[in-house]
């Protein structure tokens, strides 16, 4: 595959088809965990490890799986990944792993895995399917985190609270307090708060696209129609 | 139709096997991420529970082996809990301190699972929330990473404050409430005051009681 390809791939899974903003899949993880930084990172990297070896699998197998049983094959594969990443997060960082709680078996029914490995992974080669599971990884990962960012700072005026959790002791220093006499608006970090924030980023992806499609930059084909062509 | 189709027996079967062999590799990769990481979670969780007790009772004032100290006891009326793991904290063999976990109090919604220490004198040495599922923001103010309030509890006993005291401010005692939640520290309160009625009435005696062995324990 050319390097145009590669390209291709990274820019759609991070942005033209990131899966929480543009294929909306994946949203009762992203909805439930997303009341701080850390916790959207852990869950978005989890995500990521469980898409990478996924993928990787449904490519080096895709020769040989039936197509009448290649779903269950792949939902088993799946279901295998999460199962180890869970246990690994339970071992390594069980605090972490106490507070996803049940979003990480969850991992199993995001549909962006089994979407990734039905649509790519079993049509493409095993390079080609690893770089496609890093960059639908890292855009889901970046939507979470910068959602769960969001809502924590508006929600409780800091930034990173509990990064000790993913990254050892030594980071629980790098908690932000931006205003230490900040109330809060609990608004935020409630449910309501996460559908607002994940509506936000919608449209601000929106109004980007727009704005450089009306620049006349090439993009892919946009989710939302140009109001001049509707 | 093509004559070299394979019969649907032959298909199916095959489909079948092919299913039944990730089945096998799927458990198969299971159960070796199982045996790599069992050790590291049961550590893992001792650790965690060795924080949460040494949250309530410093390192330093005993010298046991608290984690393999304990009993289950069973006082639901008082403990809220079906079965209460009781640890015990000791020092030079004399004994220090009770542990209770968890400790069950009815919050706004749900159950509040509290771990209670009490001292062989009958004050209490901490009480911290496990878990929880009380509103954010309102009645979460127990869990001492949002305030400090469930902290005031330490040095308390049923003689300081007077037993009929043992009440948040609205109905006539010394413990504070939130705005907007009293349920949640009207609950955890009642529930710490039941926690050292019993000790009162059982917990001494609890010391001499030969410590539980696991049943399950594996070797």
């Known amino acids: ?20 903003l543009v294929a909306l899949l994946g949203l009762c993880p992203l909805m439930a965990v997303t009341n701080s930084l850390v916790n959207g990172l852990g869950l978005g990297l989890a995500t990521t490890a469980v898409l990478l070896l996924s993928n990787l699998s449904v490519s080096t197998i895709r020769h040989w799986v039936r197509p009448e049983v290649r779903l269950p094959v792949f939902v088993l594969i799946i279901a295998s990944f999460v199962t180890a990443v869970e246990l690994v ?34 049509r493409n080669p095993v390079l080609a399917s690893a770089t496609d599971a890093l960059a639908i990884g890292f855009g889901f990962t970046a939507v979470l ?19 000790h959790l993913l990254f050892g002791e030594a980071a629980r220093a790098w908690e932000v307090t931006v205003n230490p006499d900040y109330p809060g608006v609990l608004l935020a970090i409630l449910p309501p708060g996460a559908f607002m924030g994940l509506g936000t980023l919608i449209a601000l ?16 084909p946009a989710p939302t129609p140009q109001p001049e062509q509707a | 139709m093509n004559e070299r189709a394979p019969s649907p027996w032959r298909t199916a079967l095959t489909a079948a096997a092919v299913l039944g062999f990730f089945a096998v ?17 049961a550590q893992s969780e001792r650790e965690a529970l060795l924080r949460q007790l040494n ?97 005031g509890f330490s040095g308390k006993s ?62």
């Open chain 1, 1 to 20: 595959m050319s390097d145009i390809g590669y390209r291709k791939i990274i820019v759609d899974g991070l942005w033209h088809n990131n899966q929480a």
């Open chain 2, 158 to 219: 049923l003689d300081e404050p007077p037993l009929s005291r043992w009440r948040v401010k609205r109905d006539g005692g010394d413990f504070d409430q939130f705005t907007g939640a009293t349920i949640t520290p009207r609950a955890v309160v009642a529930a710490v005051k039941e926690a050292l009625l019993w000790y009162r009435a059982q917990g001494p005696k609890l010391f001499e009681v030969p410590p539980q062995v696991e049943k399950t324990r594996h070797e």
């Open chain 1, 145 to 163: 985190t910068l959602l769960g960012a969001s809502r924590e700072l508006i929600g409780q005026g800091t930034l990173l609270s509990g990064a």
């Open chain 2, 25 to 41: 590799l799927g458990s198969a990769l299971v159960g070796v991420a199982y045996q790599g990481t069992a050790e590291r979670i």
């Open chain 2, 55 to 151: 949250a309530i009772l410093a390192r330093h004032e005993y010298d046991n082996d608290l984690l393999n100290d304990y009993l289950d006891v069973s006082a639901p009326k008082r403990l809220g809990a079906e079965t209460t793991r009781v640890y015990r904290a000791r020092r030079q063999g004399k004994p220090v301190a009770l542990i209770l976990s968890p400790v069950v109090a009815q919050g706004y919604s749900g159950a509040i699972d509290l771990i209670v220490g009490i001292r062989v004198d009958g004050t209490l040495a901490g009480v911290r929330v496990l878990s929880h599922k009380e509103t954010p923001g309102l009645g979460d103010r127990i869990d001492e990473r949002k305030s400090p309030w469930i902290l």
């Open chain 1, 205 to 220: 992806k929106n109004l980007i696209d727009r704005y450089f499609g009306q620049r006349g930059t090439e993009t892919a």
């Open chain 1, 89 to 122: 997060m339970h071992a390594w960082f069980h605090e972490l792993y106490k507070i996803l709680g049940i979003f990480i078996p969850l991992i199993v029914t995001n549909c962006t895995i089994i979407g990734r490995a039905e649509a790519f992974a079993s």
